[in-house]
């Protein structure tokens, strides 16, 4: 049984794979390839706008490592570099990550 901050950061999750979900060479974005170590761009794009909403949502960066598998390191990284980068250059992130914003508050008003 899971708390409602667990459901939540899933939910997190869930919406932010609906948000980026195109062809990633063929194959769909799931959970597994969000959460596992994927270098392709797509995946690498999906995975910063989550950790980023999942960050504004107030999650600490070592609970957002645990969940992503990765080290604290690498979740400062992903918000002080990649998430930057991607959002000055590239339309497609900007307009995943407002989606994503405005769909998390749609799912928070409705807890």
């Given amino acids: 049984m899971t708390n409602k901050k667990q459901s939540l950061l899933d939910a997190i ?41 999942i960050h504004l949502l107030g999650y600490t960066h070592s609970t957002i490592a645990i969940k992503f598998g990765r080290t ?14 991607f959002y000055a250059t590239s339309a497609c992130y900007r307009l995943a990550t407002r989606e994503l914003s405005a769909r998390c508050e749609d799912y928070l008003q409705n807890l």
């Fill in 13 to 53: 999750i869930d919406l932010g794979i609906e948000c980026c979900n195109m062809d990633n060479h063929g194959t769909p974005l799931t959970r597994d390839i969000i959460l596992c170590k994927d270098k392709h761009e797509n995946v690498q794009m999906t995975r910063t706008i989550i950790v980023n909403q």
């Fill in 72 to 85: 604290t390191q690498a979740v400062c990284k992903i918000l002080n570099d990649a998430h930057p980068a």
